[in-house]
């Protein structure tokens, strides 16, 4: 029983920084991966990027270079680092996390088995 809440999102314009933000609450010992994910109106839900409890991440390439994805263990908060900031990154933005898992793969957005309810980013001039 894993509660993920976002914060951050806004509108910003092309060129631009947001970080974003996700708190976890509840059994949050028992996440082991969490990811940053996100979805424009007509489109698949993406896997932004991922980190494993040990801090390897993974970035789509559409964001790599771009994003940095951090966790801190301590406060229990994902964050997102989104610079250089394209139209194409407008979406709603969600966290997730995943229990542990022997297999799958963590750059999938059905390896995620708890999601925060979402925070929209609008890149726009």
């Known amino acids: 029983q894993v509660q993920l809440v976002e914060s951050g999102g806004g509108l910003v314009q092309p060129g631009g920084s947001l970080r974003l933000s996700c708190a976890a609450s509840?059994?949050?010992?028992?996440?082991?991966?969490m990811a940053w994910a996100r979805q424009a109106p007509g489109k698949e839900r993406e896997l932004v990027a991922a980190?494993?409890?040990?801090?390897?991440?993974n970035y789509a390439d559409s964001v790599k270079g771009r994003f940095t994805i951090s966790r801190d263990n301590t406060k229990n908060t994902l964050s997102l680092q989104m610079s250089s900031l394209k139209p194409e990154d407008t979406a709603e933005y969600y966290c997730?996390?995943?229990?542990?898992?022997?297999?799958?793969?963590?750059?999938?957005?059905?390896?995620?088995?708890?999601w925060g309810q979402g925070t929209q980013v609008t890149v726009s001039s």
């Open positions: 997730a996390a995943a229990n542990y898992k022997r297999n799958g793969d963590k750059t999938r957005s059905g390896f995620y088995d708890y």
């Open positions: 509840g059994s949050r010992f028992s996440i082991n991966a």
């Open positions: 980190i494993t409890s040990g801090g390897s991440t």
